[in-house]
């Protein structure tokens, strides 16, 4: 009787303690499940916000004037700290457009049509329209880390190295028919840098000045493709379309 009525004794005190284990643990994972939450919504909402804006002034300029304050405060919250990086937000083979650039004026830039990127595993394709899908000009190559290791970042900053290895115009007179093409002697090779990125927007910034060369008459000297610190902001065509009746992918010449 004495052994058994240690053995309840002992198994009373364990229940005890760890009723009381559990009583101190509650608050701990209460709070630790709120710094998560407050840690995510730290980032969420400000791209959210930024995607929205920009996406309201494109389907409609004329209605949703950019405040350019407010949207450079934006992008100045996103990448002022390190954020999460999923390197498949990058390489998701979707379009993004190019929405809104800080800094120096890159050569692709025309204000009245439409210019974007998309990569894929370790390939991209530069688009940018001179009259609408219609005729546009490309430049396809590769991307890879600037600094390999054996674990990818988990964080941004992300450098990457950039090669164009062929460029050309399209020119679509039957939308049936798949565009004339004409091949441009265009090569360069440049730097990247993912400022930040999620499934549906991404901040990305040229560290250095990049030129092309393949370019006649010497030009290549003179002509910038993207100055340095050319920074842009690139929404998801999926996102920009997504209430688009007829779709949620752009219809860019390049895919006719």
Do not use: H, M
């Given at each position: 009787m004495l052994v058994i009525s240690r053995l309840l004794l002992v198994f009373y005190?364990?229940?005890?303690?760890?009723?009381?284990?559990?009583?101190?643990?509650?608050?701990?994972?209460?709070?630790?499940?709120?710094?998560?939450?407050?840690?995510?919504?730290e980032v969420r909402p400000e791209a959210n916000q930024l995607a929205s804006q920009l996406i309201r002034h494109y389907h409609h300029p004329n209605r949703s004037p950019l405040n350019e304050e407010r949207i450079d405060n934006?992008?100045?919250?996103?990448?002022?700290?390190?954020?999460?990086y999923d390197p498949s937000d990058l390489s998701n083979s979707k379009l993004y457009l190019s929405l809104y650039t800080v800094g120096p004026k890159p050569l692709w830039l025309n204000n009245f049509n439409v210019?974007?990127?998309?990569?894929?595993?370790?390939?991209?394709?530069?688009?940018?329209?001179?009259?609408?899908?219609?005729?546009?000009?490309?430049a396809s190559g590769h991307y890879a880390l600037s600094s390999p290791s054996l674990s990818p970042p988990s964080s941004c900053p992300v450098d990457y190295s950039v090669s164009v290895t062929s460029a050309e115009i399209g020119v679509v007179l039957n939308p049936r028919l798949s565009p004339l093409k004409l091949n441009l002697p265009i090569r360069g090779t440049g730097s990247l840098r993912v400022l930040y990125a999620d499934r549906n927007l991404r901040i990305l910034t040229t560290p250095k000045e990049?030129?092309?060369?393949?370019?006649?008459?010497?030009?290549?000297?003179?002509?910038?493709?993207?100055g340095e610190g050319t920074t842009v902001v690139q929404v998801n065509e999926e996102k920009v379309f997504e209430d688009d009746a007829n779709g949620n992918v752009y219809k860019a010449g390049y895919r006719l």
């Open positions: 005190l364990c229940y005890c303690c760890n009723g009381l284990s559990l009583r101190l643990l509650k608050p701990l994972v209460r709070l630790y499940s709120l710094q998560t939450v407050t840690t995510e919504a934006l992008i100045s919250d996103l990448i002022s700290s390190p954020s999460a210019a974007g990127q998309q990569y894929s595993d370790g390939s991209v394709i530069n688009y940018s329209e001179v009259n609408g899908p219609n005729l546009y000009l490309t990049t030129k092309g060369t393949g370019l006649p008459f010497g030009l290549d000297e003179y002509i910038k493709w993207e």
